[in-house]
């Protein structure tokens, strides 16, 4: 497909464990954005890259969470020693740069 | 933290009501723009605004962005069962980051048949 793709669109895990959510973001799309959202709230902004550099990380939570986007495509969000108040939905959003996000349906995250 | 405060965060209204939605910040942005978001789907965009005080219509929807470019108004006319979902404005660039697009915590409308 065309659109912005996220895998797993669901992970259920345990306390502690490590998870990993991949975003496959529309070709040609240069800016690519993660957004965290809980249930019935607005995306909280994570961490964006233009290419492969991390152009601002500052919404990242804590030392748990890393982003990398290696060939400035594909990313992934990596979360170690995963905390319950961590379940939420991860949007992956990419852009052309013409102002317009896309974003993905998600990966929703859900830890026991 | 929320840069973006939107009210009414719920309301429930029925099919043929009119509606207005507003988003509110103490920051100025480049644009403004607002998103819809149906449940298991990501938010999609419906519409950007850019200069102080444009109004922009949509069919049923009218967008407006306040003078200052610090606030902005969903008004829906005639509200239809189709139009229920959750409307997320997002405030883009301004002074913190070009780039950069913060949310509004959303407001979850439900129109009833």
């Known amino acids: 497909g065309a659109g912005v793709s996220q895998t797993p669109s669901n992970k259920v895990t345990e306390k502690g464990k490590y998870v990993e959510l991949r975003c496959d973001p529309i070709s040609g799309h240069t800016a690519l954005y993660w957004y965290r959202q809980s249930l019935g709230q607005g995306p909280e902004f994570l961490i964006y890259?233009?290419?492969?550099?991390?152009?601002?990380d500052s919404g990242l939570p804590n030392d748990r969470f890393f982003a990398v986007r290696p060939e400035g495509s594909v990313s992934t969000l990596k979360i170690q020693r995963t905390e319950r108040g961590d379940s939420a939905v991860y949007l992956c959003?990419?852009?052309?740069?013409?102002?317009?996000?896309?974003f993905g349906e998600g990966s929703r995250l859900t830890v026991l | 933290t929320q840069l973006l405060e939107q009210s009414p965060q719920f309301l429930s209204i029925q099919e043929g009501e009119n509606l207005t939605v507003y988003c509110n910040s103490s920051?100025?942005?480049?644009?403004l723009q607002w998103y819809r978001q149906e449940p298991g789907e990501g938010p999609v965009l419906l519409v950007t605004v850019v200069t102080g005080g444009e109004v922009k219509k949509l069919k049923r929807l009218t967008f407006q962005f306040g003078d200052a470019r610090k606030d902005s108004s969903l008004h829906i006319t005639a509200a239809q069962p189709g139009d229920t979902g959750l409307y997320l404005c997002a405030g883009v660039g301004g002074e913190y980051n070009f780039n950069k697009f913060y949310f509004g915590s959303g407001t979850k409308l439900n129109v009833k048949p």
């Open positions: 920051s100025v942005f480049s644009s």
């Open positions: 890259f233009q290419g492969t550099g991390a152009a601002d």
């Open positions: 959003a990419s852009s052309h740069g013409a102002g317009e996000l896309f």
